[in-house]
């Protein structure tokens, strides 16, 4: 009962922490809208064509502005990911993740009450996203650990992937929940997002339970239940899955399979003990540039089908005028004209295919045993969707859907296995003795390395959107290729142990 508590507490939280984060790119279009699409000017003293635009991003380098607003944001995000596992480590849980939920719902409410106090200074909504992106790092590594505490490392990628499901559910609610308000008061889609997730965090501070000791439960017995590994595994299992004490049910086997086992609380590892983990570096350097695709997607994808389907209306309307004595038009004139809540809406369809792709990967290698021969194939295969979701994607509404749906899986699903079963099998390594010390730190690492990815991204993309979009697209087919061939090394040695394997089966193998 406490396990499940534990469980669903958890992904409550972490459903909650992406909630501030989306409603930055479903504003985007309302800070900087499609001023003549409103009519006449009503302000007589300007002729401005942006009149309707909220300053200090009603400037033609609006694109600038906005990525250096996510860039804000990421950076301090990616550089406070390194430091939030160490504290992670070290600190009650239960305090630290809480405190940071009730701080993020501030600063967010911060950057919503902008609208309110008529707020047009860009240091004001940069300070602010600067503080949130460090409040935010708070999440991913305490709710690691504390799941660790209760489940251990036996987790596969299949349930892992069910669960890491919160993120794409925070998205699209935050995405709703943003796009509820997005046309008529832009502020209350911050500030609603921020007081739903700083009341999370009061919950969780009253009922989230740390390890299973503080209620009287002994720390779960790891690999009981999975069946065919021996019994000289279960040692290692034990320690890596016990919280501060050694404790009950051990048996003198136990003890003598684990000389170094110590009666008190182990030490955490180090940072560059953490880095010497086989495996880390090369997922954190993959994560890099598959969450530098992911969240360009998530800070620009619904100003980007806003755009694309002016584009392509415009377009559509111009051959209608050319073409008024036929009833068919062409497929361009499909594609339509999307407000800034309906781009938001669409949007959201993008985590639903991460959802499937998180789950999908996981159920792929818990069957194959590659976790990351599972992300080179789902990157390789990515690159091309995304080329012709770019050329296609806009011609038709069941076009769009069908194509962010898979587009979302593909990108969203290497991300997904990473950040969850990878992190989860290095941070209990082999390689660590049974040190479950590690899990919070070796989460850090991937997931703020990833982040640096995360905060280049938006930030590229608002520099070379004013090129074109099909520029942007190249770079997000780039960085896919990237994170394939960083995963080179690790996937070698999998297809050599899976050849191993069957020669072993077939008898090749010489004793």
Request: charge should be neutral; include cysteine.
């Amino acid at each position: 009962r406490h396990r499940g508590l534990t469980l669903v507490l958890a992904f409550l939280c972490h459903t909650s922490y992406p909630l501030p984060r989306k409603p930055i790119s479903i504003v985007k279009s309302q800070l900087h809208p499609n001023c003549s699409a409103l009519g006449p000017n009503p302000h007589n003293d300007s002729n401005s064509s942006n009149w309707c635009s909220w300053a200090p991003f009603d400037g033609d380098n609006y694109k600038e502005l906005f990525g250096a607003l996510d860039n804000a944001f990421l950076v301090a995000y990616a550089i406070g990911m390194f430091i939030s596992g160490i504290f992670g480590e070290r600190l009650p849980l239960r305090y630290y993740l809480s405190g940071g939920m009730v701080l993020s719902g501030l600063f967010t409410a911060l950057f919503g009450l902008g609208y309110f106090w008529d707020v047009h200074v860009l240091w004001y909504f940069i300070i602010v996203q600067v503080c949130n992106g460090l409040v935010q790092t708070t999440g991913w590594p305490s709710v690691v650990a504390c799941v660790g505490n209760w489940f251990g490392k036996g987790k596969r990628g299949l349930i892992m992937g069910i669960w890491n499901s919160h993120t794409s559910v925070g998205n699209i609610l935050g995405s709703l929940i943003a796009g509820a308000w997005v046309s008529s008061a832009w502020g209350l889609s911050f500030v609603v997002p921020g007081i739903i997730i700083a009341a999370v965090g009061i919950i969780c501070f009253f009922f989230l339970v740390e390890y299973p000791e503080d209620v009287g439960c002994s720390p779960p017995l790891h690999h009981d239940a999975g069946g065919v590994t021996s019994n000289e595994k279960d040692p290692e299992g034990v320690t890596s899955n016990e919280g501060p004490l050694s404790i009950s049910g051990q048996s003198s086997v136990d003890r003598s399979a684990s000389p170094k086992e110590p009666a008190e609380e182990p030490e955490a590892i180090s940072f560059l003990g953490a880095l010497r983990i086989p495996g880390v570096v090369e997922f954190s350097l993959c994560l890099l540039f598959a969450k530098l695709v992911s969240y360009t997607f998530l800070y620009w994808l619904p100003l980007y089908i806003v755009n694309v389907g002016e584009f392509f209306s415009g377009r559509a309307r111009r051959q209608r005028a050319r073409r008024r004595e036929r009833l068919l038009t062409p497929l361009l004139s499909l594609a339509a004209h999307f407000s800034a809540k309906e781009a938001g809406d669409l949007s959201t369809l993008f985590d639903v295919g991460g959802i499937l792709g998180g789950i999908f990967a996981g159920l792929i290698s818990d069957y194959t045993g590659g976790r990351a021969t599972t992300c080179c194939v789902m990157l390789v295969v990515a690159a091309p969707m995304l080329f012709l979701y770019n050329h296609v994607g806009q011609n038709g509404i069941g076009t769009s859907i069908a194509m962010l749906i898979v587009c979302g899986a593909l990108v969203n699903g290497p991300y997904a296995l990473i950040t969850t079963a990878v992190s989860a099998d290095l941070g209990t390594h082999e390689s660590l003795k049974g040190n479950a010390k590690a899990l919070s730190t070796v989460t850090a690492i991937i997931d703020g390395t990833g982040s640096i990815g995360a905060a280049l991204g938006p930030l590229l993309a608002g520099l070379i959107s004013p090129t074109g979009w099909n520029n942007v697209f190249y770079m997000l087919i780039a960085a896919d290729v990237l994170a394939c061939l960083l995963l080179a090394r690790v996937v070698v040695k999998e297809v050599r142990g899976w050849c191993g394997c069957i020669a072993r089966k077939r008898g090749y193998v010489r004793t």
